[in-house]
């Protein structure tokens, strides 16, 4: 199967199976955050809750497009990614799966709401600048800046959690009239039926946006390891025909043909020369093929090589005050460039069916703990209605707008910021629970470096034992 021989079958299903298995940590880790305010206000019981939750985190990841899960693939830059050699495929995906899992599962033992996102993004960094490490290593072996991008997202959404929360809180305290909304929850008997619908309507959207987010991790996760242990099967969209590529690729040498080299600096030169090497090769691929069969497999792995090459130069360049193109050229450009990366941009259907059923499953299993915390450990007062209907009305709202704009959003953390935020507006900085604040911030700070060093010696070492 594959071309692949038994035992290296063997680690690729293995590899699969642990990343359902971060899929499924996630789930129960991640998710617990969505249910926790309908819980404890007595809104829905709790088997009830973690079903509804499931299917919406089921419904979210089919939901939620593939830009996110692109974003985690190209955290790594395209030159990791085209290496042949299975064994140090293997080594790659295997320590970052590995260490993020140590992780979360950690964190969940202790009862912390740790993120998953920042847990699978500093393992991702640390099999980068491990790369780096290894002898005959070519080039930046992390993709800094969508590194930054990402990073900048995941810094930025607590406080803004936190702090739109509080707002929020002022609104409802202005503008409701019932006070119901601001009491603490009956022990024993569930909310009136206007919030405990306005409940249910937040811890709904929380779960979709939750799986169209965080599900998408999953998806790049497992795009990973098809690509860098099967590549000449998972290098393109097998949907489509490479052959219909071509189109593509001679608007780009047209663009490419106008830049004027006498303006380029010498580094910009090199650039257009690599970017021209690129589209050289592709049109070597191509030529005299009439039908895809034509086409070896291994000459998929070759197209996508060049495509994100060639992409990946040819932005560089163009984001150069030297090069003098018109509007129309440098439109002209991104379309091409974009209905290229259509046949690199994807995952199959079964990638996301895979990992909806890995979340939502998860998720019905092992929410107490964080649910726990995010209840009544955060601040010192019981979660009362208005505070869990705001917490999570922004948290989807953020998570929401993340998904949109492709970028990797944490849901622990926007939601654990704004359950902080409705205690601050409820009584002030007083209210929180120093200790547990503490204990979640710190779990915050060190996520990245921990899992970073974990998961780079765990690709040291499984690139030293597979050779």
Request: with cysteine.
């Amino acid at each position: 199967m594959f071309g692949l021989e038994p035992h290296v079958l063997l680690l690729l299903g293995v590899c699969l199976l642990a990343a359902c298995a971060f899929e499924f940590v996630n789930g129960f880790h991640d998710t617990a955050n969505a249910v926790a305010t309908v819980i404890y206000t007595n809104t829905l019981r709790p088997w009830v809750a973690v079903v509804w939750s499931a299917f919406w985190n089921f419904i979210g990841v089919f939901s939620g497009g593939i830009a996110v899960a692109m974003g985690i693939v190209y955290l790594l830059p395209v030159e990791s990614l085209v290496d042949q050699n299975v064994y140090h495929g293997i080594a790659m995906v295997g320590a970052l799966i590995v260490a993020a899992i140590i992780w979360n599962v950690g964190t969940w033992y202790y009862g912390l709401p740790s993120s998953s996102s920042h847990a699978l993004i500093g393992s991702i960094l640390g099999v980068g600048i491990a790369f780096s490490l290894l002898p005959g290593s070519k080039g930046a072996a992390v993709n800094w800046t969508k590194a930054g991008e990402t990073g900048l997202a995941l810094i930025t959404s607590p406080v803004l959690g936190f702090t739109f929360t509080i707002g929020m809180m002022f609104l409802l305290k202005r503008f409701v009239k019932s006070k119901a909304i601001f009491k603490e929850p009956h022990k024993r008997k569930p909310p009136p039926l206007w919030i405990r619908l306005l409940l249910v309507v937040t811890c709904t959207l929380v779960s979709f946006f939750h799986g169209s987010n965080d599900g998408q991790k999953g998806v790049g996760l497992i795009m990973l390891i098809l690509i860098g242990i099967v590549p000449t099967f998972y290098a393109l969209d097998q949907s489509k025909n490479p052959l219909d590529l071509r189109e593509s690729l001679t608007k780009v040498e047209f663009v490419m043909g106008r830049v004027n080299q006498a303006e380029l600096s010498p580094a910009d030169q090199k650039l257009l020369t690599e970017v021209n090497a690129q589209t050289a090769n592709l049109d070597r691929v191509f030529a005299g093929k009439t039908d895809v069969s034509q086409l070896p497999q291994t000459a998929r792995f070759e197209i996508r090589r060049a495509i994100l090459l060639s992409a990946n130069r040819a932005k560089s360049l163009l984001g150069s005050d030297k090069v003098s193109l018109s509007a129309q050229d440098r439109a002209t450009f991104d379309g091409a460039i974009k209905e290229m990366k259509t046949f690199t941009d994807y995952a199959p259907w079964w990638v996301l069916l895979v990992v909806s059923l890995s979340l939502a499953c998860g998720t019905m299993i092992g929410w107490q703990r964080i649910v726990t915390t995010i209840g009544e450990r955060i601040g010192k007062e019981h979660l009362n209605y208005a505070q869990g209907a705001s917490s999570e009305l922004v948290a989807a709202a953020m998570i929401g707008a993340s998904t949109a704009f492709g970028l990797a959003s944490s849901t622990t953390h926007v939601l654990s910021s704004a359950i902080a935020g409705s205690m601050v507006a409820n009584r002030g900085i007083k209210n929180l629970n120093p200790q547990m604040v503490r204990n979640i911030a710190l779990a915050w700070v060190l996520t990245v470096p921990v899992t970073m060093v974990l998961s780079g010696a765990l690709f040291l070492l499984f690139r030293a034992v597979l050779g």
